[in-house]
């Protein structure tokens, strides 16, 4: 059974801080990571998907990193908005299993302004 | 625009119905998925599809079963509907395998299905 752990489960931020949260794996089960973020009442985005141990991807203010080794990702947030609030979910595909996404419980970010 | 549109925002059924739970996609995708997201946890599989008229249990398809006549529609169907199957479930699809390659899964917008 795959264990996809994020941490923490929810945060408060104030607009302008910066942020991060984890996401870790087991290292011996990997194909490739995806991180999502899910707004409320809207469908989850697919934000990033990381293949490569040292991977790391940016997307405006967002960016992520992969350590595959040691079985975790990080995903950074630079001067958060209120607009960032959602929960950001990390999935995790195995080797083993081509149709199967295990999915992290998520991180909630609330950011106040 | 590429959507998966899922059929009800929010639902309210009684214990014992049979409910159905519709997802239809635009994008000429092989696989479709179901989930359910419940507070503290991941979302888990349910049921998934890669292809007209196949289906493949996922972690949890006690209680449900799918239907995929045709390549854009995906319904999970929830034979008697319990208590316990109240939830938030999200319709997912991919072009490719292995976790939909580079570009991930589509999802809709979820269905909250309270069973009372």
């Known amino acids: 059974i795959l264990n996809v752990e994020q941490s923490p489960q929810s945060l408060h931020v104030q607009e302008g801080d910066s942020t991060n949260f984890t996401c870790s794996f087991p290292s011996s089960n990997f194909y490739a990571l995806h991180w999502y973020r899910w707004e409320t009442a809207k469908s989850p985005e697919a934000l990033f998907v990381m293949t490569l141990n040292g991977d790391e991807k940016k997307k405006g203010r967002i960016s992520a990193t992969l350590n595959t080794k040691e079985g975790y990702s990080y995903l950074y947030i630079k001067g958060s908005q209120p607009e960032d609030s959602a929960t950001y979910l990390c999935a995790l595909v195995a080797p083993y299993n081509n149709n199967d996404m295990r999915f992290g419980a998520g991180t909630r970010l609330t950011v106040k302004p | 625009d590429v959507k998966v549109t899922q059929s009800s925002r929010y639902l309210v059924k009684r214990t014992g119905e049979k409910v159905f739970l519709e997802c239809v996609q635009d994008?000429?995708?092989?696989?479709m998925f179901w989930y359910r997201q419940d507070p503290g946890l991941g979302l888990r599989l349910i049921y998934f599809s890669y292809d007209v008229k196949m289906k493949e249990k996922g972690d949890i398809p006690e209680g449900y079963s799918v239907s995929r006549e045709k390549k854009e529609r995906f319904s999970l169907i929830l034979e008697s509907a319990s208590t316990n199957q109240t939830s938030m479930y999200l319709c997912a699809s991919s072009l490719s395998s292995w976790g939909g390659g580079q570009v991930g899964y589509t999802f809709g917008s979820g269905t909250r299905l309270t069973v009372v």
């Open positions: 994008m000429d995708h092989e696989n």
